[in-house]
């Protein structure tokens, strides 16, 4: 394969991932009176940060 | 819906990746092969995701959760009985010609198979509808955007369309398999933490269930009515829906189905990309595990939406209603996503909306060039001519579609019957598809007059079942009676699926009667053409027994019979 997909779809979930997960540490937490009080941002940014790191981490094996 | 500068920065760096992508693929596109078919490099499971994101245009996952809403898990026959066995069909029976032909395009197929007027006729309906539906799309696209970001309909039609155009015309197929890959995950991780949200938010699946029986009990049916898929199909006054398991099962599960995953050369193409015969044929069974879940996805939300609506008090949610006292389902998804996600995830699912769109325009964007190309240009116009020259053309058909596409999307603002008229006139003329398909394919007797032949009167079939009937409590026109009303269906749906049934069976059994009484081609011409002139030893016997197309269907049919029992 010319361009192994896992690489850019690997990135963009770990960048993507990361900024949730920054957002969701210094963002007014006021804001999670819309997800039933739970840091999703937090949590869901942690989801998408492994994805992209695995799919990164399987590119490069 | 308020987005912060996290959500515009998501979106921003989405755009950044697609345009990226398809920059980076720019110098391995060198020939037609490689612009059209992603040079048949494409590995299995690659393809098979862009197999079901190609298909999952925006409008199939709003349309699908306002469904959820309107109809409540019945929806799910989409999937389990309609699109999972056509996708098992499609890899196990059908792959094998598809791929084995080496044709380029499904037209081409129908070109080996029968003749030459066929693949006219299939290649110059199949072009108008891509770029048509692709128009369609753009249209409900920027609608929504107008109405989610305050973007005006100009602005959000000719940036997704200019950026589609980038990313195609410098990376071709490749680009739009690979884009393809990343909306798939960008749809799961949208719209995962949603279903999440929720199913907590109402008491998970019992509480879902509880909350279902009083929306079911005050529409006048049984309590389960929302929350069981087969159980109140007798008659269609007990569902929803309006339609009973017999035309369900016929119309959508065979007809419809059959007819749009294993014939649409929008998704076919996905899996003709892939790098070997087994490849090909894994391709859609890759695809139909996450397919079978998507479901929980899409359908979901709508169902959480139209409980949290009844019990609006509690929570502020409301779905709106049209001008005539109904409720507009429409908009159920973006509703929900604007309902639980903050800043930040609200980018997030606000751009898997997006990379919806944009990626369903490009699956058309890409069916339509290479058949304009090959099926069109190469057949009709110019036959001779150098492999770049066709590259070039290959190039300038995206720019012609994607502009033909942006010039429906304006005319839909104006004449909005019009693209319903259009939508109508494309399922007559693709419900005779699969009859064509499935005797040409399996009877060798099949003759190319007689496909022809058939595909044209199956399409009248369709227009003339949908003149002579209408759902009832409308009006005649659009929606049907428009010759004379000579019968009532219960409902919209039903109608549909009849229409199909009687499109198919005028369609195959004029294909048999005329192939019986016209001259069918020298077998030593059908050999990898039809099933019974075609060498079935193809399937390498080194491979380990857990990647063998047959052991993975049947693995896909068991757990799709499974979803059928336990939401029955």
Known sequence: ???????????????????????????????????LGININLWWGMVMAAFGGVLLWLARR | MKLGTIDWAIMGLYFAFVLGIGFALRRYMKTTTDFFLSGRSIPAWVAGLAFISANLGAQEVMGMAASGAKYGIMTSHFYWIGAIPAMVFLAIFMMPFYYGSRARSVPEYLKLRFDEK?????????ALMTVLSSGISMYAMGLLLNLLLGWSFTLSVWLCALIVLLYITMGGLTSAIYNEVLQF????????????????????????????????TERGFASGAFSQSWAHMGSPADNPMGVEWFGMAMGLGFVLSFGYWCTDFLTVQRAMAADSMASARRAPLIAAFPK??????????????????????????????KADGSL?????????????????????????????????MAGNVTAFNTVFTYDIYQAYIRRDASDAHYLRVGRLATVGGIGASVAAAYLATRF???????????????????????LGMFWKRTTGHAAFTGLILGTLGAAVHHGLTLPLGSLVGIKGGWL???????????????????????????????????QPRPEAQLRGLVYSLTDRTVVAASEPWWRRPVVLAMLVLACTVLLNLVFR
């Open chain 2, 328 to 360: 507009n389902y429409d908009l159920t998804m973006p509703m929900m996503l604007a309902h639980y996600f903050p800043q930040g995830m609200l980018g997030v699912g606000i751009t898997a909306l997006l990379a919806s769109f944009m990626a369903g």
């Open chain 1, 1 to 35: 394969m010319q361009l192994d997909i896992r690489t850019p779809v690997g990135l963009f979930f770990t960048i993507v991932g990361l900024s949730l997960v920054a957002w969701g540490w210094v963002g007014d937490p006021t804001m999670y009176s819309h997800s």
């Open chain 2, 118 to 126: 066929t693949r006219g006729l299939n290649a110059i309906t199949f």
């Open chain 2, 292 to 321: 079978m879940l998507f479901p929980l996805l899409v359908i979901l939300p709508g169902m959480i939406a139209i409980v949290l609506h009844q019990r609006a008090v509690a929570n502020g949610f409301m779905l709106p209603s």
């Open chain 2, 416 to 438: 909005n019957n019009i693209m319903d008229m259009l939508q109508l006139v494309f399922a007559f003329v693709n419900a005779p598809l699969f009859a064509t398909f499935l």
């Open chain 2, 185 to 216: 995950f960008m749809i799961v991780f949208g719209f995962l933490p949603l279903v999440l949200l929720g199913l907590h938010d109402v008491g998970g699946w019992e509480g879902l269930k509880a909350g279902l029986a009083t929306v079911s």
């Open chain 2, 484 to 518: 004379a009303v000579v019968h009532h269906y219960p409902s919209e749906m039903a109608q549909n699926f009849w229409t199909a049934i009687w499109a198919w069976s005028t369609s195959f059994v004029a294909t048999l009667l005329i192939s019986l009484v016209t």
